[in-house]
């Protein structure tokens, strides 16, 4: 029976599918491109988010080149082609590690992405200073297990992930997100907020009941740079080393650590994007000028056999934490005694979690942190 599809049709469709191909192309060979500019490094980061619906775009623009004729036929199948190499890779990478690493990935929920916008419940007060407040997000159930959250931002931002956040409080979760003193040019904060943080845990640990929350159940969280400084306070604590004013200094069950910045002096070194001057900003100068104060917030010196349980996820691809940094304090850590696992996601990127609410690197985040945190 003849094809009496109209030419016209078929032509429209070849060119629709080749304009849904051509930016998925273009985006997937940026997400691979070293991260120089803030085209490719903003492309890399959005991989954790974009994969999943990157394929549905391109399966559908493979079918309309399918139908389509001639010339433009073969143009927009072959653009579609090489459009599904990178999201493809990444889903099936990411898929792959987090299910080793006793997570799961759901590809049909990573279609749709919504946003990561969300509120916490209450705003309240751990300290006198005017940066000294805290967010709560608060789970359905009481005596919830509490999850204290410190947010990431290079020192100098607050990189914020409610929904994230709203994520562990609708699955039982009592989490506290505490503010502190941002860095700002000429005024470094290396050893301000520090000390607000563990002054913020110390808070929490006394205040926990009173929020709704398990105080025989606390772990802690953090993401960049609060994840180094979840870190080091988590094993201060755990050393004996760290006190607080505030109140008591327990140690914490366990460490959730997202890209942690364990070596701000190797992110000192990072020229892309000014990565290196945050790093500036937050300590008062360089390595050399400062070598005591670069080696009072690095993880290394923090490192003791009684630490508790940590678990550290990172992108491989990672622009402004270098990932030899993180795997160099992994190894040291291990070396002494303190049970770390260490995921590596081959093909992402910094902040590859918070671009997107049901994304591949929420997912990442959300069910592997659930099963470390509950499980320790």
Known sequence: MADTTSPRLRIAAGIVGS??????????????????????????????SLAVPALVIIAIALLLGFFSLGALRTVTVVMSVMALIVPMAATATTSWVTDRAGGSINAFSAIAVTSMSDSPDEIIRYGSGTDETAQIYRPKSAHAH?????HGGGWNTDATMPATLRWFADHGWLVIRPSYTLASQGHPTWNVAPQQIACAWAWSVTHVKELGGDPSHMAMMGDSAGGGMAINLAYGAASGKLTSACGPMRTPQAVLALYPTVDVSAVESVTTLGAGNAAKMYIGGTPQQFPDRYRSVNSSTWITPQAPPTMVIQGQNDTFVPPHSVRTFVDAARRDGVEVDHVQLPMLNHAFDSQARNSLGFQVVTSLGQRFLTHN
């Open 146 to 150: 509490v999850l204290v959250d410190i």
């Open 19 to 48: 304009v849904l191909a051509l930016p998925v192309l273009a985006w997937s060979i940026a997400a691979i491109l070293p991260s120089h500019t803030a085209f490719t490094f903003v492309s890399s980061v959005l991989l954790g």
